[in-house]
């Protein structure tokens, strides 16, 4: 079945379920995302007519799928979820445009693997509202325009370099998620402490905060590892002892590098002599899938200033080596590209 049912959805963040914000004022952060995309919610509600279609761009776990059932829950219009792998064949996406009803939410996560006759079929039910649909076989074969309700296609992807144009031409409205700021990271901190009904300390929240790589759900999982830590080594508070202490049992540094990430900087340090590096050669040195590396690893190391995407591939730079405490290959500056 093409529909996955909302729950199904939750399950990647397990029991997140009661900590997902429902409603926009509840969606910390992303100040400026938030502020134009209430106006356009507004306005369409005004109208009575379906929001544009919204284009999602970010890394996992930042809150994409989660602002797509806010946005309908907004809306007051019904959400139907599915992802493109899910969709094989076109008759599984015209199966649920058949279904949509007016201003529905639809939401398709990783657009980024749409087959092409789906896409196809997509670009006409996103511009015209109408289905094609083909009966028939050989010269015999007719082409069936059929209507649908105007309804909101969400997208979202972690890769918008893999959608093509003529797809992301068609979305009226995108939204870039940047990592969230120290700041909306205490309050999602202290937010989901509150829903889990444990007791934080200002200077443990900040702490936490400063360790989840900018990121709500690595925040949340971190929350319940702590809540775990301060129930069983602790007085039942999340303080900063607890936190100081479950970071280095988790392998969690200051910066929020987990053991993987620093697995990889000292790959490309040791092994690759600081790079350039390929993403797949990297992805293969550490035994992760280079999607994974792609994702979720690489975007924060970039952001962190740890690593820089170059022409001919990965390459570390000077604070990586700082971080790691490693001397630095003395050719390794000239291949910088700065
Ligand atoms: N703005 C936010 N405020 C508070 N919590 C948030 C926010 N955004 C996301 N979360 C929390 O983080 C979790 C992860 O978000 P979500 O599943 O929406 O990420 P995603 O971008 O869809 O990730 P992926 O690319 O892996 O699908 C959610 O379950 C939710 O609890
Ligand atoms: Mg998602």
Redesign the pocket.
């Known amino acids: 079945m093409a529909v996955l049912h909302a729950e199904e959805t939750f399950e990647?963040?397990g029991k997140?379920v009661s900590?997902?914000?429902r409603r926009l004022d509840e969606?910390?952060?992303?100040a400026a995302l938030k502020e134009n995309l209430s106006v356009f919610i507004e306005a369409a509600k005004a109208r009575n007519e379906s929001l544009d279609h919204l284009f999602l761009i970010?890394p996992?776990?930042?809150?994409?799928?989660?602002l797509a059932q806010v946005v309908a829950n907004e809306l007051g219009v019904e959400f139907k979820v599915t992802s493109a792998p899910a969709l094989e064949k076109p008759k599984d996406l015209a199966g649920i445009l058949t279904t949509v009803t007016e201003r529905t939410v639809f939401f398709i996560?990783e657009i980024h693997r749409l087959k092409p006759a789906i896409e196809e079929m997509l670009y006409i039910a996103m511009e015209d509202y109408e289905l094609d649909w083909i009966i028939g076989q050989g010269p015999s074969a007719r082409t069936l325009r059929i209507p649908i309700p105007p309804f909101t296609l969400v997208g979202?992807t972690?890769k918008a370099g893999m959608v093509s144009s003529p797809l992301i031409s068609r979305f009226g409205i995108t939204c870039r998620f940047s990592f969230y700021e120290p700041r909306d990271m205490q309050a999602?901190v202290r937010?989901s402490a509150g829903i889990l009904g444990v007791p934080v300390d200002e200077d443990a929240a900040a702490l936490l905060a400063s360790g989840a790589r900018g990121t709500?759900?690595v925040v949340?999982r971190l929350v319940r590892r702590m809540r775990d830590f301060a129930q069983v080594l602790g007085a039942g508070r999340i303080s900063r002892a607890v936190v100081k202490d479950g970071f280095r049992k988790l392998e969690i540094d200051e910066l929020g590098l987990e053991r993987y990430d620093r697995e990889i900087l000292k790959t490309i340090a040791e092994k690759y002599g600081g790079g350039p590096v390929g993403a797949e050669t990297l992805a293969i040195s550490v035994g992760e899938s280079v999607d994974t590396l792609e994702d979720y690893y690489e975007p924060f190391l970039i952001q962190t200033g740890f690593i820089q995407r170059t022409p001919r591939g990965r390459m570390l730079t000077p604070a990586a080596y700082d971080h790691l405490g490693l001397k630095r290959n003395p050719d390794a500056n000239d291949r910088l590209l700065f």
């Open positions: 990647e963040d997140d900590l997902r914000p969606f910390l952060g992303q970010g996992p776990g930042l809150g994409k799928t989660t996560d979202a972690t999602i937010r709500p759900r949340n």
